[in-house]
Nanobody, 119 residues
Framework: QVQLVESGGGLVQPGGSLRLSCAAS????????MAWYRQAPGKERELVTNITRSGSTNYADSVTGRFHISRDGAKNAGYLQMNRLKPEDTALYYCYILIDTWGVIDDYWGQGTQVTVSS
């Protein structure tokens, strides 16, 4: 059974930085791809960024140039480095991963971690 653990959220002032982590526990699988989503109060969940199996990345226009997604295949973990944070980045951030277990792809969501940008 795969479990995801997110960490790294918190309260930061505008212009600050945070690094979110998402680690998949278990064995016998590899990280296929991953993404980060966020949901602000009263708004729909939106895709922030994703990274494919080949390493290609995509970013929402609102975070391009400020956020950076990365992954560590050896640790089955992924990261979201968030720089120059703005109040509008305040949201609950979720990681979403695709796991490859002997050719079978399954998806999992993290529990969410709160990011609050405020002075």
């Amino acid at each position: 059974q795969v479990q995801l653990v997110e960490s790294g959220g918190g309260l930061v002032q505008p212009g600050g930085s945070l690094r979110l982590s998402c680690a998949a526990s278990g064995s016998g699988f590899s990280l296929y791809a991953m993404a980060w989503y966020r949901q602000a109060p009263g708004k729909e969940r939106e895709l922030v960024t994703n990274i494919t199996r080949s390493g290609s990345t995509n970013y929402a226009d609102s975070v391009t140039g400020r956020f950076h997604i990365s992954r560590d295949g050896a640790k089955n973990a992924g990261y979201l480095q968030m720089n120059r944070l703005k109040p509008e980045d305040t949201a609950l951030y979720y990681c979403y991963i695709l796991i490859d277990t002997w050719g079978v792809i399954d998806d999992y969501w993290g529990q969410g971690t709160q990011v609050t940008v405020s002075s």
